[in-house]
């Protein structure tokens, strides 16, 4: 039996974390909070924490379930550079799981990005589509950073000056080392992301959307489950999955 604590319990993923939790015999929620709670009151009571927040709320979550020698699944995104710098660097003290994306089909979608980036080369114009509901806070998503990130990883160029946030302007001919990224927010969409690979005279779009919360919250808890029997160190969704 793994027990678990969720933390932004009262969250869209909270509450979808909640319902299929309560659908897996092997997993018990022992404690959910959200903004106000007293989480240091309740943590000795868990195997794992599960965070689904915000992120200026991770850090203080992870050096908390540091300081009591739990493990920690972070699922929230949109951290700065610093927190994400603090939050890795106790790796060295538990077991962590950081995925922008818990679904078995986007990391599915990575696995296939490497693979085509790498097949079609540099001809290939790169561009990352991404769409979520109206009430998303961070832009543009976790899910279409890491798709940069591998694009980039790829391509062999530093992100940050390859990365073009959607084009206004005179900004001029699309250069061959450019990657597009464009976030689009309307509605009640659970997640798309698209990445387009463009050359004169054909193109290729790798697509997943997703269409309900629980595929996150399920691997999320399937993260959990995996990650209570594992030593110290930071592991991301392929290795939950076996994709390494
Ligand atoms: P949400 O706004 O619906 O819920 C967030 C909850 O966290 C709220 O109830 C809020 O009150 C609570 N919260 C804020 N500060 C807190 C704190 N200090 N302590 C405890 N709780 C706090 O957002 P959401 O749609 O549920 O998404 C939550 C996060 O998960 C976002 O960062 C989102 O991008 C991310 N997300 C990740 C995945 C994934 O697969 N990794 C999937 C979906 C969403």
Request: with cysteine; aromatic share 4%.
């Amino acid at each position: 039996m793994t027990c678990i604590i969720i933390a932004g319990s009262r969250g869209r993923m909270g509450q979808a974390l909640l319902a299929c939790a309560a659908r897996i015999p092997d997993v018990k929620v022992v404690g959910a909070v959200d903004q106000g709670d007293d989480l240091s009151a309740i943590i000795d009571k868990a195997d794992v924490v599960i965070d689904f927040s915000f992120h200026n709320a991770t850090l203080g979550i992870a050096e908390l379930c540091a300081k009591h020698g739990k493990a920690v699944v972070i699922g929230t995104t949109g951290h700065s550079a610093e927190e994400k710098a603090k939050i890795i660097a106790l790796q060295a003290q538990i077991p962590m799981v950081m995925a922008t994306n818990f679904s078995t089909g986007v990391n599915t979608l990575f696995w296939l990005t490497r693979k085509a980036a790498g097949i079609l080369g540099p001809a290939f114009d790169l561009e990352v589509v991404e769409m979520h509901h109206r009430l998303k806070k961070d832009a543009p998503s976790g899910t279409a950073t890491t798709l940069l990130e591998i694009l980039a990883d790829v391509r062999k160029l530093q992100l940050a000056e390859a990365l073009r946030h959607g084009r206004e302007g005179i900004v001029g001919e699309r250069t061959q080392n450019e990657i597009g990224i464009h976030a689009i927010r309307g509605g009640d969409v659970v997640g798309d992301h698209t990445v387009i690979f463009a050359n004169n005279g054909e193109r290729v779009e790798l697509t997943h959307k997703a269409s309900s919360r629980d595929t996150f919250a399920n691997g999320a808890l399937r993260a959990a489950q995996w990650l209570v029997k594992q030593k110290a160190g930071l592991y991301d969704m392929q290795d939950v999955l076996g994709l390494k």
